[in-house]
Each structure stands twice: as C-alpha cells, then as structure tokens.
C-alpha cells in the first residue's frame, strides 16, 4: 500500500499552481472592486452503487459508465457557471452525491484543476468530499487527498448493524468504523460523521448508545440528521404500508435533545441545527450555505445561487441544473452548461433566505450580517416592533438584541414554527416600506 | 307536516264536494258527450306550429285531472314516459327516460323534485279524452309540492315495485291521496323483474291500504305490458272535475316557476269559468290586476291555447314580474268579477336548517344570485343571511326536510357551478320564557331559537321543546333487531309494529327530528343492507331538556362551535367535535386544551401537544428552493388562521367539525 508521503508534495504542488494561476488572473483584472467577488462551488456526482432506503436524492445507478466524459462535463459546466458569475475566488468546493468516493480521483482532480484555472481557490480553501465506507478504502482515500480533497464527510449512519440493513445501506457498522479510523489518519481534524436518528423501531436509549459509541472515536465534526420519510422511497412505503412503526414525534424530539446535550457535554458547539463541532472544526463551504453568501452548483441537478454578472444582472438567481445524468451531459457538451431552470430571485425573496437560512446557525444572524442584503431595513426595524416577535422571545424561543437575531437553545428545536411568524413580519414590514417609498 | 299536507291536498275534495249537488241541477249543454269522429286537434307533435290548440273541444267530463305516485325507484317516472308515448305526446324512442325530470339531480337521483305537467289525448271507446298528468315528487321531503300536484287531481296511480314491495314512502303518498280522497288506482310494477312477486304486493295493498287485490293491475312500465289498461282505468275510475264553466273565473295557482325573458309562468287549475289572452285578472291575494298574455296547456312544454276552461289544467302568464307575484295556492279572478278564494296552502315550514358559505369570500356575490335564482323557483327555501368568525359570509338556510337539503346543494353545483360549505344541519327549538324581561323583548312567551347564540338561558326558560317527526320504517324482517337498537339509539319511542307480510315489517316511531337529520338514513341503510326504507312526517314539538355547548380552546369559547343537544347525547357530541378538533388543529409551540362545556362544567377535552421539534434537519445548497417553497405557503396559511386567544385555528379546522359529514 502507498504510504501517505508521496501524495503529500503533489497535493502541495497542485495547491500552488492553483494560486499562482489565481494570482495571475487577479491581476489581469480591473482593480475596482475592494474585495473579490466569491462563491462557494458544489459539484453533484449522482452515482451511487444501490440506493438507500430513506434516499430520494438525485442518484442514478450507473450502467457501464463513462467517467471520463464525465469528468469533462464536470469541469466544462465549473468554468462556464464561474466566468458567467465573474467572481474571482472559489471560497470551498463540496463534492457531494449520490457517492462522490465513488468517482476516480483523476476527476476530483481535474474538476479542481478546471477551477483553479478559472478563479483562485486558496491553497487552504476547504475541498470536502463526501464517501460511503464500502468505496472508500484507505488507498482510494489518498488517492482523494492527492487530487486536493482536504475534509471528508463520512456516511456512517448508524453502528447498528440491523438498523443499516433497514437503511438500505451497503455496509456493516464495523466497515464504517474502519473507514472512520483511516479517514482520521488522512485527514486529522477535517473528518466530519454522519448518523440518523428517529428510524422506525428505534428507541431513544438505542439512539443514545449508538452515538456514545461513536463519540469515543470520531474526529471533531458530527452531522445528526432527523430521518426524514420522503415520498416515493421504499422505506415511506414501508411505513405507508404499516410494515414499519412511524416514529414518534415525541419519541424523536427526546432523541434530538439527548443528542445535543451529550455532544455539548464533550465539548462540540451546535453551529447549525443539525452541526456539531469541536476545535473550531466548522465547514466552512456549509456555513456559506447558511449565511447566505453566492454559491455555485455544477454537475446533474445541481442547485446554485449567484448572480449573473458576466450577462449584465445584478440580481441573483435560483439555478437548477438537468437532473437526469445523460441530458445534462448532452446539454454541456452543446452549450457548456446543463441549467434547466434559472430564477431571479427579488430582494425580498433573498432576505426571506437570509432569514430562514441564517436562523439555522447558533450565532443567528448578526447586525452586520443583515446589513449587507439589507442596507436600509434593519432587523430592529423588520422585528424590533413586532407584538408576535415580542411574544417568541417572552417564551424564551427567540433572542433580538445588540448581537442580532437568533433562537434560544429551545427555539432552535422549534424553527420552522418560529419562521411562519418572521417570515410574515418581514414581509409585512417589506411592503410599509415599498408603500411609504411610492 | 301531515295535518298540513291534509289541508292543503283536501282544496279540491272538499270544493267536489260543495258543488257537486248545484252541477247535478243545471246541466249545461257543454256537458253532452263528445264523439271522437267529430274533433280534429292538432297532434302536439305540432305545437311548433303558430296555430293555437282549442281545448273546448273537451267537456268537463272527458277530463281527468290525475297523478301518479310511488316510492323512490318504483317506475314512476318510466310510467309517465310511457303514457306520454301512447298517447302520442312524444314520439316513441329509447331516449324517452324521465321526460318530465328535466333536472339533472333528478335524473342522476331518479327522483322528482319538481313537479311538472303534461297534458295528454287519448281516445277511448270512441270519445276523446283530455288527461292531465301532473307529476309529483316522490320524496316525503317535497310532500309540500306533492300536496300542490294532488290539489289539481282527482285520482292518483300508486305505483309499487312488484320485487320490493311497499316502502315507507308508499305509505306516507298514499296517505296524502287518501286525506284528499281521490280515486286511486293501485299499479303493481316492474312484473317482468325475475324475483317479481306482484300476488304478495297484492296482499301487502290489501292488508295496508284495504283495496282489493282485483283492482291492482299488473305492469310493467318498461317494456309497455298493460300500460294501455292503466289509461283506461284513469278514464272508468278517476272522476271528471265538478266545476262549472258558467261560473265566474276561479283559478287556483298550484305551482310557478320563472322565465327569464317572459316573466312569470303560474300552473293553474280551473274550478269555475275560463281565461284567455286579454282577459284582466285579479289575484286574490295581492288585490293586483294583470292582463292575460298567454295561457296554454303544457305537453309537457308549454303549448298555447285560445282558452282554458274550468275543469283544465294548463299555464298562464300574465305580466308578473316576481315569483312572489304568483303566490302559490292564490286564487286569480277575473276583474270585477271576485270569488271566495280557494282555502290555498299554508307555507311550507323549513325543518331543516343548515349554513352555507362559500368557500372563497370572493364568489361571494356569485353563489348569492345563484342561491336567489334557485329559489325563484323553490320558495319553500327559507334564506336568512349569516355570517361566521370562521367561515366569513354566508346564509342560514331552511328546508323542508334533509334530501330537500341535498338536492338544493347538488343543484347549485350543478347547474350554476358554485362550490360551498354546508355546516351540519340543526333543527329549530323552542323556548317557553319564563322572564318577564325576555317575554317583554321577544314580545311573546315561546320563542323559536335557530341559531345556538341565540339560545336563551335555563334560568329565564320553564321548557325548552324540540320538533319530533312520525317516522315509517319498512323492513325485511330480519333487520329488526339492529333497527330497534338503532332507533332507541336516537331517543325514538316505538309508536307501532305491523308485519305487512309474512316477512315484512312496518315500525313507526316518534323521533326527535335532529336525531335523524344528520346520518340517521345512512345508518339504517347500512344496517339493513340497504332494504329498510324510511319517511317521516311532523309530529309536533316535545319537551327535551336541552343544554348550550361550548367547545373551549385553552379556555376561550369558540363561538361557532357552539351547540345546542340534548342533555343526553352531550357528552357523545362533545368528545366527537373534541376529537375532530385535535386532528384538524396542528401542534402549535404551546399546549392546546380543546374542551366542550356546558357552562362551567367540562365535559369533554382532547389535548394538541406543544411541538418540541420542529425543524428540518436539512437544509443545505440543494434543499433551500423547496424549503421556502414550503415554508412560504405555511406562512401564508398562518395568515388566514383564525385565533382563539392564542391559538391559531385553519379554517379547515371549522370546517371539518361543522361540515356535514359526508355518507360512510
């Protein structure tokens, strides 16, 4: 087996042409803007080798694939969406699927290449990568770390054999742990877990244990995700069909508060509703999801956020890339990129994200954070009056103070519900504002 | 409702009966006999022809005011397209089914709702005959128009189903027929049916109605079999009109319906004189004159005539302009020339009353003219506007009985397109005030209370009563056993219990009429397989210890929900709009108490849990499109919630509690 020190120079090497390559681009631009304009990039690899269960994602069992094609269409798709948002950094980059692992590290390489070439990506920037244990052995690992991927997001699920098995997932509890124990020597400190909760027959005390166990050997992120039963997967039928109990929501709202009791009591911070981290170990390509910020997404059914620039817009918009894998391969090989559907998205509409996404965070949303969509309505005049805003925070579900806007330990549990009542003052306080304007 | 119907059906009897000795006296030479060879009329296939048929070809005595009657299902409707095809009124073709059922909720039901006439010839033993056929609704519901048609007949057909035998509503029309006394003639139908039995209906028509089994013919309307038989017996059995056409003008308007470009269309019976174009006529009740336009007869469609003379039955129109013009049960006189009016009707008294608003406030202004066009034609609709916290504007709505309910709302979906909310139905209470003070308010002792807001307080009440009804239930017999259970169920007292035949039964029972108007006839059906039959009439009002329920959300009363019940059934009543409550309110982040009281007392209560997790656990690049998709319409649902207190109710919340609930 290759030992990890030979990819380490190349890893470095890539990095650095990349911001040589940046730096010269930097320059051969007007130096009007104060900062560079930035996004994030997504890339959707919708291949995987069997579906889950509980999965209604955009994935394709593939039948005698074409990477390399591909692997063009990736990279062809990342330069045409960057030139046509003109912005000149790519902050992080998030391979995510289907299962990303299983691609070839020649094409994490050379989507990162492509961008690099395209716009500076820091040779720090975060790369994340996310991989199911079955195909990510300790070879094809380092393999993804020479190609540039710095953080990886393994799917673990559950350390419950039979409760893998219900999930439809290819793999035992052990693989998962043994792929976990690699991925910490690849990448110490930027290997991030997964696990579900709230599955049918699942108890609260079963759940505990679970992530007790996991919480003796994993790294400084966790993900906890909510089983959500979506429409049209096999397990919904299941539970339609009465051959599975339906969780709880009792049941699932003791498991969630156990969780973030015990992560908080070894040290992690809830970032995010579903987000815990330790040693500052935050993703940095999700919290851009968060707080709003330009994102773009490239590869079949991919969803972005940015603005236009390159065809004269200044307001950004929704994109929605061709689902199925062989259109949009079609679609980029005759125009450069695959989008199906492209929204403006109003002032209003971007503030409403804003909200709605920002909430999500332990910080909130900050005076600051606010003012940069918002330059003439602040969150005091949007919420600072409101009796129904007034009464979230008397039952202690909502904080607005000289920090920001944020949810109470409770009231993160309860957002949506929360979100109903801000979402209406905001748009109650939108049109006064539009009214007393005309 | 029977003593009612009795009045009402009984004008023409009673009138034979007064004039009968002076006809006899003074034959008048309009009187002789009419051979057949001599008339010419034109066939009705000509009505389209400008020329104006001449009815005074027909004496009195070749006249036959008749109606057929029948339970539900019983062939009438077939029957009448049979004699309207013998007697050449229409031509004959397989298209001809239910031609005088122009609705299309009759149709579809196979009931009649409105009544219509047709005026058809026929020659037999050589003299030709003037037969009106005035149609009747079938349904207990519509016994009020039933009563209108009978007012204008001297005979009726009982039709009954040879397979099924007779059924509640055989009962409660023969009934009807026999209070008037008209000749009836008992039709066994439906006799090429494989299981037929036409001897044990024999029997049954014997045992009930004490007719002999030799009068009943045997038919079938379907394929024709001795329907001829049928017109001839009407011709030798049902009495001509004993009216004379030397007396002044007498018409009694039995029914109307209104026609957008000509106004006013009043179906008239002649008991004295006659009436053509130009005449000035007098209504009796409005004192207002009018000038004859056109009169005609109807075949069935309306076909103009020179004149119509007493002893017919045909259409007028004379110029008015509202329905409420054409009063029904007036009496219409020529000018200068008045009568003692016909005795008329009295208005049919809604029994049932239920809310109907629109589903969006915006087709508010639409479902009102629909709701005023609907009733230009059905006046036994009572209209009373409303309004609800919940439901926004809307009518209080009465009528005569739960299908009449039903076909009013089908009718409005079908033929004007508007889509409603109806509550469940109520029925009207009565108070006896014992507060000097209310009694000087309501300026009476007994006050009606339809309306649950308006239910007055035990303290200032000596008697609260409730409407009952006398209801017939015919069954196999095998049934009786659950259909006790049931009826006892529904605070009912068995008034009787016959076997009609050997397998047969008929229970009659007085029942509180809000025990039945919610599901009552779908219970029974269900339980019986669908044979048990069921009709009812009013029985009067009875002492009931009635109690006011409110339904309370985390305390605060809901004032739509509130209820008027029975003592006895509060706590059933409760716990179900309870638990209908907690499935329509969603978890709100707090506890929700849903209780039902009576005063302070709570009698019931369900609890909607505060939601302790609500957020998608979600939400990355790919996800925010549908998460704000979703959350934006939830949002916009939050806005048109209703609050109680603090709670935040959907209207489909209220909607699901006092939405009439729809058959199991």
Known sequence: MAAPG??????????????????RQHRARQ????????????????????????????????RGLDEESVRSCLSREAQTLIRLSQVQRISSVFFGGGTPSLASPLTIAAVLETVSRCAHLAADAEVTLEANPTSASASRLAG??????????????????????????NHTADEALGTLEEAKKLFPGRTSVDLIFGLPGQSVSSWARGLEELLQLCDDHVSLYQ?????????????????????KQEVVAEMYESAREMLRDVGFRQYEVSNFARNGALSTHNLSYWQGSQYIGVG???????????????????????????????????????????????????????????????????????????????????????????ELEDQGLLLLDNRGLRCSWKGLAVLDSLLLTLLNQLQKSWEDRTAHRT | ??????????????????????????????????????????????????????????????????????????????????????????????????????????????????AQTASLFYSYEGMNYLLNLIDTPGHVDFSYEVSRSLS????????????????????????????????????????????????????????????????????????????????????????????????????????????????????????GGEVQKGHKIVSAHTRKTYEVNEVGILTPNEQPTHKLYAGQVGYLIAGMKEVTEAQIGDTLYLHKQPVEPLPGFKSAKPMVFAGMYPVDQSEYNNLKSAIEKLTLNDSSVTVHRDSSLALGAGWRLGFLGLLHLEVFNQRLEQEYNASVILTAPTVPYKAVLSSAKLKKEHGKEEITVINPAEFPDKSSVSEYLEPTVL???????????????????????????????????????????????????????????????????????QAADLVKMDILLNGNSVEELGAVVHKDKAYAVGKAMCERLKDAIPRQLFEIAIQAALGSKVIARETVKAYRKNVVAKCYGGDITRKMKLLKRQAEGKKKMRKIGNVEVPKDAFISVLKRQSEK
Request: charged share 25%.
């Open chain 1, 6 to 23: 030979w990819r380490h120079p190349r890893a470095r090497l890539a990095a650095a042409l990349r911001s040589l390559r940046a730096a």
């Open chain 1, 31 to 62: 130096p009007s803007r104060a900062e560079p304009l930035q996004a994030a990039l997504y890339v959707h690899w919708p291949y995987c080798q069997k579906r889950c269960s509980y999965c209604n994602f955009n994935t394709y069992i593939p």
């Open chain 1, 144 to 169: 993804f770390r020479a190609s540039g991927v710095n953080r990886l997001s393994i799917g673990i699920q559950s350390l419950d054999d039979a409760e893998l098995r219900l999930l439809g997932r």
């Open chain 1, 227 to 247: 089983l959500t039963l979506e429409r049209g997967t096999s397990l919904f039928k299941q539970v339609q069909r009465g051959s599975l109990p339906v969780p």
């Open chain 1, 300 to 390: 079949p059914g991919a969803h972005g956020r940015f603005v236009p620039r390159a065809h004269g817009e200044s307001l950004r918009e929704a994109r929605i890339q061709t689902l199925e894998p062989d259109s949009w391969m079609k679609e980029v090989l005759a125009c450069g990129h695959g989008t199906r559907k492209q929204t403006v998205l109003s002032q209003l509409e971007v503030l409403e994200e804003v909200l709605v996404l920002g909430l999500r965070m332990d910080i909130g949303i900050t005076h600051q954070h606010w003012l940069q969509f918002a330059t003439s309505l602040s969150l005091w005049d949007v919420f600072g009056t409101s009796e129904e805003v007034k």
């Open chain 2, 1 to 114: 409702m029977l003593s009612l119907v009795t009045r009402a059906a009984g004008v023409w009897g009673r009138l034979r009966r007064a004039c009968s000795g002076a006809a006899l006296l003074c034959p008048q030479p309009w009187m002789e006999k009419c051979p057949a060879d001599h008339v010419v009329f034109s066939s009705p296939y000509s009505s389209h022809k400008k020329e104006k048929l001449d009815t005074s070809i027909f004496p009195v005595e070749n006249i036959r005011n008749f109606s057929i009657i029948a339970h539900v299902d019983h062939g009438k409707s077939t029957l009448a397209d049979r004699l309207l095809e013998i007697t050449g009124t229409i031509a004959k073709t397989d298209q001809n089914k239910q031609v005088l059922d122009k609705l299309q909720v009759e149709r579809e039901r196979g009931i009649t709702v409105k």
């Open chain 2, 152 to 271: 204008a007949c001297q005979g009726v057909i009982l039709v009954v189903d040879a397979n099924e035998g007779i059924q509640a509503q055989t009962m409660a029309n023969f009934y009807l027929a026999f209070e008037a006394q008209l000749a009836i003639i008992p039709v066994i139908n439906k006799i090429d049916l494989k299981n037929a039995d036409p001897e044990r209906v024999e029997k049954q028509i014997e045992k009930l109605f004490d007719i002999s089994k030799d009068e009943c013919i045997r038919i079938s309307a379907k394929l024709g079999t001795n329907v001829e038989k049928v017109l001839q017996e009407v011709i030798e059995k049902v009495p001509a009109p004993s009216v004379n056409i030397s007396d002044p003008l007498k018409a009694l308007v039995f029914d109307s319906t209104f026609d957008h470009y000509r106004g006013v269309i009043a179906n008239i019976a002649l008991f």
């Open chain 2, 471 to 541: 209801g017939t239930i015919i069954t196999p017999d095998e049934y009786i056993g659950k259909i006790i259970t049931l009826c006892q169920t529904r605070r009912a007292v068995q008034k009787d219990m016959v076997y009609i035949d050997e397998h047969r039964v008929m229970l009659k029972y007085i029942f509180p009429l809000n025990e039945i108007v919610v599901d009552f006839y779908d219970a029974l059906k269900s339980l019986s397989s669908g044979y048990a039959s069921f009709d009812y009439e009013d029985a009067g009002y």
